[in-house]
């Protein structure tokens, strides 16, 4: 069955440092793959797709790679800031009727 | 900045009632979605919408749930017979095929 992977449960990272998150996932092909943000007590917000002939894809702080050879997605925050504080979810996916997240990695920064 | 509503923004019902979570999508999007997550636990895919019909379900989607969308704006979802173990954040997301947009979310007690 199909499988997400994020790994490290929970992340600290330094102000300023980048944070890089990962995202595996097994026993399927996507065509595209999406991060998004999550707050406690709130729903996910979207931050970028990726599509299956994209390496990589920026917004701002933000970098996400997708490499279907190792089906392995990797999401960048550089300089980051305690407001990047959250749960981050991939969500690797073909069909736009049937997306699954992963279990989401818990990034804090501290100051 | 158009957003997915949902009400109510909580929900208490005692086991074994019915219960109605509505949403209203962003209305140009053609794609619904219901997802749930339990304290603590991973966002779980629930159903999505398509032109009027369930496009994919999960396994959690059983003969409890139904969802309708019974005018052009509000999509629903309800729970024939609450569980204790429905207890949990109701989601309701929208899209054109491509980033979802998530509502603030419904949390539902069951006692």
């Known amino acids: 069955s199909q499988k997400i992977e994020q790994n490290s449960e929970a992340l600290n990272i330094q102000e300023g440092k980048t944070a890089t998150l990962t995202c595996n996932y097994t026993?399927?092909?996507?065509?595209?793959l999406q991060w998004y943000r999550q707050d406690p007590g709130r729903g996910p917000v979207f931050l970028l797709l990726?599509?299956?002939?994209?390496k990589e894809k920026r917004k701002e702080r933000l970098k996400v790679t997708f490499d279907t050879t190792l089906k392995q997605s990797l999401f960048h925050i550089t300089a980051s800031q305690p407001a990047d504080s959250a749960t981050y979810l991939c969500a690797p996916y073909s069909s736009a009727s049937k997306i699954i997240f992963g279990s989401g990695t818990r990034l804090s920064i501290r100051p | 900045e158009p957003e997915v509503t949902q009400t109510p923004s909580h929900q208490v019902t005692q086991m074994g009632q019915e219960v109605i979570l509505r949403c209203v999508p962003i209305s140009n999007h053609l794609y619904f979605y219901w997802y749930r997550q339990i304290l603590g636990q991973k966002v779980e895919f629930l159903v999505s919408?398509?032109?009027?019909?369930?496009?994919?379900k999960s396994e959690i989607f059983d003969d409890q749930f139904s969802v309708e969308r019974p005018d052009g704006s509000n999509f629903t979802l309800k729970i024939r017979s609450t569980k204790l173990e429905d207890s949990a954040m109701y989601f309701c997301?929208?899209?054109?095929?491509?980033?979802?947009?998530f509502g603030a979310g419904t949390r539902l007690s069951v006692l």
């Open positions: 026993n399927y092909s996507p065509a595209y």
């Open positions: 919408f398509y032109n009027n019909e369930i496009s994919e």
């Open positions: 997301a929208s899209s054109e095929g491509g980033a979802q947009y």
């Open positions: 990726i599509r299956e002939n994209e």
